[in-house]
């Protein structure tokens, strides 16, 4: 019999890993579902809920962070009970669940694999800009990306026929599929004679070759504090505990009771009792975001299912869910996808000072490539 971790390396290796059977060993894609739980997946499996329970507090936050739709890949025996399960938590992080030889099982965050590659899109528009893009390249995710990007700044009603594409990204695939986002680090529309660009900063926002941007979202900081106890990180190794950790918000620490304001306007889409966040209200807002502000002390159930503007109070700082003292923890998302709150609550119309210095530096080095590229073609 070859060993279970070998099977499951072996079989999510395979393009299509559905209905596979090896050694009385099947493999299968699970799709989370909206509402979906860890503890009842748990459950429904039959899985020791301790597990779940022993989780830590920022552990646990991740799993109530599990997205609609994520492709789970989980190995059972012949008599389909679960050896094996990859949940990913976000991009970067999975929950790898493994029922040993001894028949118990154990749970721990893992890095997800996959391969990066530094590529250069060039091409001249023949029919519409996604299908030219997905035609040369097979990265549907990367057409989505370059269009999220410049539709603030361009009418792709604009583009002709013979209008230039030039495109710096990183390409990421895992298990011979396109993987993640691809993140684009700069990008030019040649429309006729006229050239657009956009260029990735170090705050994770694109801006402009003068270094301007023309997003008018600008979310306010949602409350006093006394100190951020936690920042926005999606993988870090803890050198103390010896374990990955991700933190998908910034938790602001303070007296319980302060006032929870929501940082931009938008409607109430939830208030209730959310997993390890305790109480917790998510706001849906104009452009794809959300906010979340969880474990709260209480809510102010005035704004409950309405339309709130910036600034309104909506709930009070507290300590409730997996939670190890008083403090708001806030959560940005865009398209569904966690984003660092700190990339979007300061907002100045473009970078300033030594950053934006910084910042034309790496435009002019990429300026020099395009211009290069666009005489070769």
Known sequence: MIHIRFIFILLFSLQSLNAYNLYDNRIEDKIWKSGETLLGFMQENMLPLKLYYEMDVEDEKLS?????????HI???ENYDIKQALIPLNEELQLHILRDTNQSFRMSVEPILYQSEKKTLVLNLEN????????KTGNFQLSVEIEQM?????????L???????????????????????NVTAALIKNKSKKHYLFLAKD??????????TDTTSFMQPCKYRRISSRFTKKRWHPILKRYR??????????TGTPIRAAYGGKVIFMGTKGGYGKTIVIRHKGGYKTLYAHLSRFKNSVRRKNVKKGTVIGYMGNTGKSTGPHLHFGLSHNNKWINPAHKITFKGG??????QEFLKVVKEYKGKIEQLLKET
């Open 351 to 356: 970078l300033q000072g030594s950053k934006k």
């Open 204 to 213: 994770g926002n694109y801006y402009d070759e003068k270094a301007k941007t």
């Open 64 to 72: 109530s962070d599990i997205q609609a739709n994520t492709i789970c």
């Open 128 to 135: 519409v800009l996604s299908k030219d893009i997905v035609a």
């Open 150 to 158: 410049f539709r603030k700044s361009f009418d792709f009603t604009r």
């Open 246 to 255: 991700a933190h998908h918000g910034i938790d602001y620490a303070g007296p």
């Open 160 to 182: 002709k026929l013979d209008d230039k594409i030039v495109v710096f990204y990183t390409q990421k695939m895992r298990m011979g599929k396109f993987y993640g986002s691809q």
């Open 75 to 77: 190995l059972r025996d």
